[in-house]
């Protein structure tokens, strides 16, 4: 099947710094991603909706400012978390959408962020 | 909305058992339906993906089952083992296609040697 890579796949950073998660389509392109976070003892929540040469859509709730999301190219989305604090500590996950099956969605192995 | 809900929260149970996980979704126009497995604080592997044509994947230990009319998947695992202890989480894709996948909470599997 198709492969999403996603790095790092954990990171520790300091208060007030920026941490950049990139999400690849290795053998496909993605015209859609999507982005995941994952609160402790919750299910992955969809963060925001990323395209390929557009602005992201984020769900309700979400700080686009804080969680900047860049789809530049049709293999390539990257998530920044801008000014992290402690309580953005978190798994993120992506999932990619294309390639020659619209019926599923594949993913990425996640990063485990965690601000100190 | 698409909501999915999976049971047990939690499993705790000695080595050897055979024992089921469930999943329930509330949209049954569904493409597929996909079981992963998450170790504490890692990522997600993906362990089954069921097609909605299909009723069962095999993998080694692991079966899943999908029941689309009653919106529900099982996960099935045999002769569990302690390496068998993690998250277990049912993912089910937007009924539009690849769009947004919605996540169970997960079942916390612990075997006990």
């Known amino acids: 099947g198709a492969v999403v890579s996603q790095h790092p796949s954990w990171v520790i950073c300091k208060s007030g710094t920026s941490v950049k998660i990139e999400c690849r389509s290795l053998?496909?392109?993605?015209?859609?991603m999507f982005w995941y976070r994952q609160f402790p003892k919750q299910s992955l929540m969809l963060m925001a909706t990323s395209n390929e040469g557009s602005k992201a859509t984020y769900e309700q709730g979400v700080e686009k400012d804080k969680f900047l999301i860049n789809h530049a190219s049709l293999t390539l989305s990257t998530l920044t978390v801008t000014s992290a604090h402690p309580e953005d500590s978190s798994f993120y996950i992506c999932?990619?959408?294309?390639?020659?099956?619209?019926?599923?969605?594949?993913f990425g192995q996640g990063t485990r962020l965690t601000v100190v | 909305k698409q909501e999915v809900t999976q049971i047990p929260a939690a499993l705790s149970v000695p080595e050897g058992e055979n024992l089921v996980l469930n999943c329930s979704f509330t949209d049954s126009a569904i493409y597929n339906l996909q079981w992963f497995r998450q170790d504490p604080g890692k990522g997600l592997t993906s362990l089954l993906l069921i097609q909605s044509s299909q009723r069962e994947q095999t993998s080694g230990r692991l079966n899943a089952s999908l029941d689309k009319s009653s919106g529900r998947s099982t996960l099935y695992i045999a002769a569990s083992q302690p390496g068998d202890s993690a998250t277990y989480l049912c993912a089910v894709p937007g009924s539009g296609g690849y769009q947004k996948v919605t996540f169970g909470i997960g079942t916390k599997l612990q075997v006990i040697p």
């Open positions: 999932t990619a959408a294309g390639g020659q099956s619209n019926t599923e969605a594949f």
């Open positions: 053998d496909f392109q993605a015209t859609t």
